[in-house]
């Protein structure tokens, strides 16, 4: 574990108890910090899309990045693979993180962030800070009318 401990990294990510911090890795061509992540056992092997357990289906297609709140002027992204469950109700789905929305490339904390700025910010502002924002403003805001 780079600079930090994992509670010091957790604490600025925006995760849980419930993720475990691997390693934190910085690519300096890219400006870009990637923490490897992996949900802590009694969480693992829930479905993405309602939470219960379900048996392993298969390894899904490896490892997948969720885009995290920057540091500074660092692109942050959390890493883990992305296994899928059988669950009864759904069939074969991708097994549910603690730190992301089912579906979403972006961690909670990001999407908390760009609901707040939606709402209180022009939109071309938060489109020149968040330029990945386009279709997370549509998930955000199905989420918010299903909540």
């Not at 890219?30 to 923490?35: A, G, I, N, Y």
């Not at 969480?43 to 993405?48: E, I, L, P, Y």
Request: overall charge neutral; aromatic content about 6%; glycine content about 8%.
């Amino acid at each position: 574990m780079t600079l930090f401990g994992a509670n010091v990294w957790r604490r600025v990510l925006g995760v849980d108890r419930a993720t475990v911090i691997e390693d934190v890795d910085f690519d300096e061509e890219s400006d870009t910090v990637v923490v490897h992540v992996r949900p802590r056992r009694a969480t693992k092997r829930r479905c993405g899309r309602c939470g219960v357990r379900a048996p392993g289906y298969d390894q899904g297609e490896g490892r997948r990045n969720w885009r995290a709140l920057d540091l500074g002027t660092l692109r942050c992204f959390l890493q883990a693979d992305s296994p899928r469950v059988n669950c009864p109700e759904h069939g074969p789905t991708v097994a549910q993180v603690p730190w992301a929305r089912h579906g979403a490339g972006h961690t909670r904390d990001f999407d908390d962030t760009v609901a707040w700025l939606v709402t209180h910010t022009p939109k071309s502002t938060v489109s020149e800070l968040l330029p990945s924002v386009s279709a997370l403003s549509e998930t955000v805001r199905l989420d918010q009318s299903i909540s």
